[in-house]
């Protein structure tokens, strides 16, 4: 078992020592599951949160009202959170009223998705009672419960589900999905401050391209911060994620990918700190120099400068992707792969024209292909017989 957990178990021990009963929630047991690394570990108990500051000399409150109180162990925290049930989301930021429960399977209940509503016990035993893992198993997103409720309840989940398709390379459930298209405007209603975060989230995962995709797709583009708009059909799944190391060069891919004027009041809706802004900008500087001259590298420093030139090769694999995209495309619109497939030859050709064998049955035969080839001379025996009895030689 993961050394993290092994860690962990002291706190679950402890708190079971004095007669509560507590597990491992969350995150961490999902990524347990799906053989990732794991962040950090939260625990979910029966405990109240007094409770807990009295079993431990080092805790930190951090979220009393809501439950949750920071257990310091060997230099780590851990959130342990009181089982919790949760009223309406009143202002659409949090809950206006939690209760504590006893029960965990009423605590994993509020949790958004079926494989966020995992908890697994000092013995490692897996309490799943959505069905998350089948979910992981068929690579699916479903939240607990019914859709619409659960993101009308709280939209920051929209956001959420867009971050998994990311990190994991999952799809959205069917119904799931319906209800982000039906309940996209929503997000509207989150601050920016937590839009961003989840995006930055999204867009540190390995399959942000999809995930970007799919908030296209369900309308969820329109209502961000800053609507992001492809320049190009296409590009933002295209577009080659993965060679993209830092934040700033993700942003920087989403400005060249979109079709923003401004950098600067774009990066400023998103309400990204400073530092971060003044470094998406440089790179973007350095994006533009198409011949670089020892006075450009001087002047960026050769990490912006890589950033940039690696920015520039994520953008040629879009392009040459797109590239052989729009080839596809285009044959797909050819009716015909070679001459043989036109339903004339040249003795029907000499039979219309009463003409001598000559040249010329050549240069009718070239012209001909090059009209049906670029869509100008629909592909029946009519038309076709038609056309040769007009064509004369130029
Ligand atoms: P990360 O990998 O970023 O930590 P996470 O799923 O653990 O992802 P946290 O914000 O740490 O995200 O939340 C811990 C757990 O709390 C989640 O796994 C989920 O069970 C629950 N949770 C978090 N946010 C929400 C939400 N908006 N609605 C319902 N449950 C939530
Ligand atoms: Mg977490």
């Given at each position: 078992?993961?050394?993290?957990?092994?860690?962990?178990?002291?706190?679950?021990?402890?708190?079971?020592?004095?007669?509560?009963?507590?597990?491992?929630?969350?995150?961490?047991?999902?990524d347990h599951w799906m053989d990732k690394p794991i962040k950090d570990i939260d625990i979910a108990s029966s405990a109240k949160p007094e409770e807990i500051q009295r079993i431990f000399p080092k805790t930190i409150p951090v979220g009393i009202e809501h439950?949750?109180?920071?257990?310091?162990?060997?230099?780590?925290?851990?959130?342990?959170?009181?089982?919790?049930?949760?009223?309406?989301?009143?202002?659409?930021?949090?809950?206006?009223?939690?209760?504590?429960?006893?029960?965990?399977?009423?605590?994993?209940?509020?949790?958004?998705?079926?494989?966020?509503?995992?908890?697994?016990?000092?013995?490692?035993?897996?309490?799943?009672?959505?069905?998350?893992?089948?979910?992981?198993?068929?690579?699916?997103?479903?939240?607990?419960?019914?859709?619409?409720?659960?993101?009308?309840?709280?939209?920051?989940?929209?956001?959420?589900?867009?971050?998994?398709i990311s990190t994991y390379h999952l799809t959205i459930e069917e119904k799931t999905k319906k209800a982000i298209e039906n309940n996209a405007s929503l997000i509207k209603r989150i601050s920016v401050e937590r839009i961003t975060d989840e995006f930055r989230k999204l867009l540190?995962?390995?399959?942000?391209?999809?995930?970007?995709?799919?908030?296209?797709?369900?309308?969820?583009?329109?209502?961000?911060?800053?609507?992001?708009?492809?320049?190009?059909?296409?590009?933002?799944?295209?577009?080659?994620?993965?060679?993209?190391?830092?934040?700033?060069?993700?942003?920087?891919?989403?400005?060249?990918?979109?079709?923003?004027?401004?950098?600067?009041?774009?990066?400023?809706?998103?309400?990204?700190?400073?530092?971060?802004?003044?470094?998406?900008?440089?790179?973007?500087?350095?994006?533009?120099?198409?011949?670089?001259?020892?006075?450009?590298?001087?002047?960026?420093?050769?990490?912006?400068?890589?950033?940039?030139?690696?920015?520039?090769?994520?953008?040629?694999?879009?392009?040459?992707?797109?590239?052989?995209?729009?080839?596809?495309?285009?044959?797909?619109?050819?009716?015909?792969?070679?001459?043989?497939?036109?339903?004339?030859?040249?003795?029907?050709?000499?039979?219309?024209?009463?003409?001598?064998?000559?040249?010329?049955?050549?240069?009718?035969?070239?012209?001909?292909?090059?009209?049906?080839?670029?869509?100008?001379?629909?592909?029946?025996?009519?038309?076709?017989?038609?056309?040769?009895?007009?064509?004369?030689?130029?």
């Amino acid at each position: 078992m993961n050394e993290l957990f092994k860690e962990a178990s002291y706190v679950l021990n402890r708190i079971e020592e004095n007669g509560y009963r507590a597990y491992f929630v969350g995150g961490c047991v999902r990524d347990h599951w799906m053989d990732k690394p794991i962040k950090d570990i939260d625990i979910a108990s029966s405990a109240k949160p007094e409770e807990i500051q009295r079993i431990f000399p080092k805790t930190i409150p951090v979220g009393i009202e809501h439950g949750t109180v920071i257990v310091r162990h060997n230099h780590v925290s851990y959130e342990v959170t009181t089982f919790r049930k949760e009223g309406k989301y009143e202002d659409f930021r949090r809950p206006s009223k939690v209760w504590f429960v006893t029960d965990l399977e009423e605590d994993l209940s509020r949790r958004d998705f079926t494989f966020n509503a995992m908890a697994m016990d000092k013995s490692y035993k897996l309490y799943d009672p959505f069905n998350g893992r089948e979910d992981l198993a068929k690579k699916q997103i479903r939240t607990v419960g019914q859709p619409d409720e659960r993101f009308c309840e709280d939209p920051l989940r929209l956001m959420r589900a867009c971050r998994f398709i990311s990190t994991y390379h999952l799809t959205i459930e069917e119904k799931t999905k319906k209800a982000i298209e039906n309940n996209a405007s929503l997000i509207k209603r989150i601050s920016v401050e937590r839009i961003t975060d989840e995006f930055r989230k999204l867009l540190e995962g390995e399959w942000a391209g999809p995930a970007l995709n799919f908030m296209k797709t369900a309308g969820i583009v329109k209502y961000l911060p800053y609507p992001i708009e492809e320049k190009r059909e296409g590009n933002l799944l295209a577009f080659n994620w993965n060679f993209l190391q830092t934040a700033e060069q993700k942003w920087s891919a989403i400005l060249i990918l979109s079709k923003v004027k401004d950098y600067r009041e774009f990066l400023k809706k998103w309400k990204l700190p400073n530092a971060v802004m003044n470094q998406i900008l440089k790179i973007m500087d350095a994006y533009q120099i198409k011949h670089w001259t020892k006075m450009d590298v001087y002047r960026f420093g050769l990490d912006t400068a890589t950033l940039a030139m690696e920015l520039k090769y994520a953008d040629q694999c879009d392009s040459f992707e797109q590239s052989v995209q729009r080839l596809k495309e285009l044959a797909l619109d050819i009716p015909i792969t070679s001459r043989n497939e036109i339903p004339i030859d040249g003795e029907d050709i000499l039979r219309i024209k009463k003409e001598k064998p000559g040249v010329w049955i050549g240069l009718l035969y070239d012209e001909m292909e090059k009209e049906i080839v670029e869509g100008k001379l629909p592909l029946s025996q009519g038309e076709l017989v038609d056309w040769v009895r007009r064509w004369e030689q130029k």
